[in-house]
């Protein structure tokens, strides 16, 4: 009979699997971090070598990692394409913190989550037939250095308080100079965009609520979809 991993398939929303591949000789960190290796798993264009394994985890949602535990964490990263489906990736928003607990990801797992991002009340992205009517802080023209100056910024930037209802996010940020800054999410805002494809918008989720979609991960892992 063929052992089945336990955390293979979690199906958390999008997420699939939590993985992280790590040298052997860091195994207990993260056996002690929860991470089991596995044998054999699926990483489009890359092979372990011979010092390395591969481990899975379990992500931690917002609610169970503790809201209070986040207060006061300061960002030092921020990524608009977290997660991977192997040739490509989904769009996750991930903000990179750093606490008394460590080094964290605070990752909003839905479908091009940029697009239903607002910080200071203007989107973060959206397809570029729709720039001159939404005006997003990232323009496709522009886009990495749009991105660099929106980490330096944000990475002066400490979390005051996070504000979870059934299906919208507020993180309260507050800045070096004593201003509050916020990044928000909603099932459903006309602030955010029409999809390129479809010329339509969406909801950021279908089931389930707001805090179901943000997860807690370790650094230097990925989440699989």
Same mark, same amino acid.
């Given at each position: @009979?063929?052992?089945? /991993?336990?955390?293979?398939?979690?199906?958390? +929303?999008?997420?699939?699997?939590?993985?992280?591949?790590?040298?052997?000789?860091?195994?207990?960190?993260?056996?002690?971090?929860?991470?089991?290796?596995?044998?054999?798993?699926?990483?489009?264009?890359?092979?372990?070598?011979?010092?390395?394994?591969?481990?899975?985890?379990?992500?931690?949602?917002?609610?169970?990692?503790?809201?209070?535990?986040?207060?006061?964490?300061?960002?030092?990263?921020?990524?608009?394409?977290?997660?991977?489906?192997?040739?490509?990736?989904?769009?996750?928003? +991930?903000?990179?913190?750093?606490?008394?607990? +460590?080094?964290?990801?605070?990752?909003?797992?839905?479908?091009?989550?940029?697009?239903?991002?607002?910080?200071?009340?203007?989107?973060?992205?959206?397809?570029?037939?729709?720039?001159?009517?939404? !005006?997003?802080?990232?323009?496709?023209?522009?886009?990495?250095?749009?991105?660099?100056?929106?980490?330096?910024?944000?990475?002066?930037?400490?979390?005051?308080?996070?504000?979870?209802?059934?299906?919208?996010?507020?993180?309260?940020?507050?800045?070096? /100079?004593?201003?509050?800054?916020?990044?928000?999410?909603?099932?459903? !805002?006309?602030?955010?965009?029409?999809?390129?494809?479809?010329? %339509?918008?969406?909801?950021?989720?279908?089931?389930?609520? %707001?805090?179901?979609?943000?997860?807690?991960?370790?650094?230097?892992?990925?989440? @699989?979809?």
């Amino acid at each position: @009979m063929l052992f089945k /991993h336990q955390f293979l398939n979690l199906n958390i +929303g999008l997420v699939k699997e939590n993985f992280a591949v790590v040298k052997k000789s860091e195994k207990a960190l993260w056996e002690a971090r929860g991470f089991k290796k596995i044998r054999k798993y699926p990483i489009y264009g890359y092979k372990p070598n011979s010092s390395e394994i591969i481990m899975l985890g379990v992500p931690t949602s917002i609610e169970d990692f503790g809201y209070k535990t986040l207060k006061n964490s300061h960002i030092i990263d921020v990524c608009t394409c977290y997660g991977t489906y192997g040739m490509g990736g989904p769009g996750f928003f +991930g903000l990179k913190l750093q606490g008394e607990y +460590g080094v964290r990801w605070l990752t909003y797992c839905i479908w091009v989550a940029s697009q239903h991002i607002l910080f200071d009340d203007t989107v973060l992205e959206c397809h570029p037939k729709y720039e001159k009517t939404y !005006s997003p802080l990232l323009s496709s023209e522009n886009y990495s250095n749009d991105l660099q100056r929106f980490k330096e910024l944000l990475s002066e930037m400490v979390i005051k308080e996070i504000v979870v209802l059934e299906e919208s996010i507020e993180i309260i940020l507050i800045d070096n /100079h004593g201003l509050l800054h916020s990044v928000k999410s909603y099932k459903y !805002s006309n602030k955010f965009p029409e999809q390129g494809g479809t010329g %339509m918008k969406r909801n950021s989720f279908e089931t389930g609520e %707001m805090k179901d979609y943000w997860l807690i991960t370790y650094d230097e892992t990925d989440l @699989m979809v």
